[in-house]
Each structure stands twice: as C-alpha cells, then as structure tokens.
Antibody
Framework: EVHLVESGGGLVQPGRSLRLSCVAS????????MHWVRQPPGEGLQWVSGITWNSGRIDYADSVRGRFTISRDNAKNSLYLQMTSLRPEDTALYYCAKDDSGSYWGIDHWGQGTLVTVSS | QSVLTQPPSASGTPGQRVTISCSGGSSNIGGNTVSWHQQLPGSAPKLLIYSNYQRPSGVPDRFSGSKSGTSASLAISGLQSEDEAEYYC???????????FGTGTTVTVL
C-alpha cells in the first residue's frame, strides 16, 4: 500500500526558511515523479512543484519560483521542499503527492499533509 | 497561475445524478488529460478519475468522467450521503508548465 508521510511544517516568521520532507513507503520512489500541492486554510488546492523520477525535469508554480526548491533522494525514498523567503500567503497545508509515472502523468496518491503557518 | 473553472456547489437527493463541469482552455484541458480528486471533509484528497474517464480500482462505477474540447465533466449517479465532499479537476497547462486545479465544487446530498 502506498504511504506518504510529510513532516517539517510549523510556525515560522515572514522571511524565514523551512524544509519539508516526505517519506514514501509501499512503492519505489525512484520510479515515479513526485509533487508538492498546498491548500491554504478554507481554500482550494494549488500545485506548487513537481520533479520527475531522475530529477531531470523540475517545475514550479509562478508564486513560488525562485523561493522554493524541490529535491529528492531516491535511495532514502524521500522528497523535499526547501522554502525560503516565506510570506504569509504561503500559509497552507502542504501535501506530498505521487505521480502515476516517472514523468508527469497525474497524481494518484496523496499524503496527509503538514501545516505551514507564516506569521510574525 | 491560471485555474480551471468549476461551479462552486452542486446538490441532489439520494439516488439522483449530479454533474460537475470543469472549464479550461486549449493549453490545459484542450491538449492534456483531466483527473478528478475527491476531498472528504477533514481529509486529504483522493484520486477519483484519471485520463479523462478512467477509474482507479476501488472507485465505484457510480463515478464517471468525460472530456470534450476544452471542458470536462464528472458525473455521480445514484448519489449517496458519503459522496458529500469537495471535488477538484486538474490538468497540465502547457503555457505555464504547471498543473492547474479547478476552483472546486462542494457536493451536498439533500
């Protein structure tokens, strides 16, 4: 069974940094593209970033490009999101999500999310 | 980032059929596949439909998807109380090189 567990969320001041992690189990992370998707409180889903199986292609939403960095360690079955220059509008529940293929085909499994709150 | 347009709400009585639309453009739905995700209250999203109309194993056949041109639809037939949830469509957008989600539709069972 596919299992995705996010961690690293918390309360952080504007302008500071935070690193999210996602540990995968039940499948070989190295065979699949992965994504980060966020959901601000009371709002809809927003795709944040995606990375192909071998990190050969990486994409970001306009709202985070230049501030967030996605990465993966297939040997550790882990996905990461380094977030810098955080803004209050980055406050959201951040989901780790598995793609159905090694490149981008579509999300087929979700984690439970980790909450990031950006506030002074 | 561009978004896909969905009606904010839809409702029906148990047993009825409810349809949710998802409107986009040539750079997303018009040229790429559409998926649908269900988010029950207080839970993470779950894949409901992929590749426009395919159902993952375990998803009841009451749920069906379709796509025509730059629009897609999700239909729920034989509506049940456990179908009360938020539903999102999503597609890749070639103009912005990003996945774009729909605005979300809240389904209520009356």
């Amino acid at each position: 069974e596919v299992h995705l567990v996010e961690s690293g969320g918390g309360l952080v001041q504007p302008g500071r940094s935070l690193r999210l992690s996602c540990v995968a189990s039940g499948f070989s992370l190295g065979n699949y593209a992965m994504h980060w998707v966020r959901q601000p409180p009371g709002e809809g889903l927003q795709w944040v970033s995606g990375i192909t199986w071998n990190s050969g292609r990486i994409d970001y939403a306009d709202s985070v490009r230049g501030r967030f960095t996605i990465s993966r360690d297939n040997a550790k079955n882990s996905l990461y999101l380094q977030m810098t220059s955080l803004r209050p509008e980055d406050t959201a529940l951040y989901y780790c999500a598995k793609d159905d293929s090694g490149s981008y085909w579509g999300i087929d499994h979700w984690g439970q999310g980790t909450l990031v709150t950006v506030s002074s | 980032q561009s978004v896909l347009t969905q009606p904010p709400s839809a409702s029906g009585t148990p047993g009825q059929r409810v349809t949710i639309s998802c409107s986009g453009g040539s750079s997303n739905i018009g040229g790429n596949t559409v998926s649908w995700h269900q988010q029950l209250p207080g839970s993470a999203p779950k894949l409901l439909i992929y590749s426009n109309y395919q159902r993952p194993s375990g998803v009841p056949d009451r749920f069906s998807g379709s796509k025509s041109g730059t629009s897609a639809s999700l239909a729920i037939s034989g509506l049940q109380s456990e179908d009360e949830a938020e539903y999102y469509c999503v597609s890749w957008d070639d103009n912005v090189n990003a996945y774009v989600f729909g605005t979300g539709t809240t389904v209520t069972v009356l």
